[in-house]
């Protein structure tokens, strides 16, 4: 296929006021890889119940502005916490081991999780005066009663770990894993560099690829020094893409 029809997809993970410091370094950085702010924020509407956007004027501009820059917003849960008790003991170590708990729609029944979406959903079109391109799940997780709620939230996209697809006709727009890095602990810190450097390669071919990055990230020079080979790398004869365009590809 032709060089053009290959397209990076970037994101921005966990745009609060709480991290407005990490979110400008990492929106600067990511402008600079991709030529312009060509990439998708993931909007927590109050992370962990301690940051909320609704009464934050000075958050409401900034996301104006963002989104005038044609910045792609997406719903990305509501506290991002995971507040739920988990009946299974499977999906409780699914949540603790793997999210650090921080798989909200893992554990919410299908009413609380349509609530959730419809809520945040609102609070952004409201501030912007213009749709969502979507929701995305904290930690990319979704459990029973998040897949039902998507199923009638009305949103165009979401994806998780592994692809994107269209929850208003179920068609998968995009597979391959998502280039996503952690900065929680030493040990992950290595495990996601390993994996960037293999990635970066072994996803060369791919029709799309999707590179993740938290607020986290900007503290952890190696981090950085990652994300800026795997965006080096995959954007030879590739173009940085829009999630909606997905949708008429
Ligand atoms: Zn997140």
């Not at 950085?29 to 609704?54: K, N, Q, S, T």
């Not at 739920?84 to 499977?90: D, F, K, L, P, V």
């Not at 981090?223 to 997905?246: E, M, V």
Request: hydrophobic residues 45%; proline residues 5%.
């Amino acid at each position: 296929m032709p060089a053009s029809d290959k397209s990076l997809l970037a994101s921005i993970h966990d745009v609060s006021p709480r991290f407005s410091d990490q979110i400008d370094r990492l929106a600067d950085r990511l402008a600079r890889h991709l030529g312009e702010p060509r990439f998708a924020m993931l909007v927590v509407p109050d992370h962990w119940g301690e940051a909320p956007i609704a009464g934050n004027r000075a958050f409401h501009a900034r996301l104006r502005d963002w989104h005038a820059t044609g910045v792609e917003l997406f719903v990305h849960g509501w506290f991002h916490r995971d507040d739920s008790r988990h009946a299974g003991a499977a999906t409780g170590f699914k949540a603790r081991h793997m999210t650090a708990g921080e798989g909200e729609f893992l554990g919410l029944d299908g009413e609380e999780a349509l609530d959730r979406m419809r809520r945040g959903r609102a609070l952004i079109e409201d501030i912007v005066g213009a749709e969502v391109a979507g929701f995305i799940a904290p930690a990319w997780l979704y459990g029973p009663g998040a897949l039902a709620a998507l199923s009638t939230a009305g949103f165009a996209i979401a994806e998780d770990h592994l692809r994107v697809w269209s929850p208003l006709d179920g068609r998968v727009l995009a597979r391959g894993p998502v280039v996503t890095w952690a900065s929680r602990s030493q040990g992950r810190i290595a495990s996601s560099i390993a994996f960037a450097a293999l990635a970066r390669h072994a996803l060369a071919p791919m029709r799309t690829v999707r590179v993740a990055v938290h607020p986290g990230d900007t503290g952890v020079p190696r981090l950085l020094d990652s994300i800026d080979a795997t965006f080096g790398r995959l954007l030879h004869g590739r173009k940085p893409g829009r999630y909606r365009d997905l949708l008429t590809a």
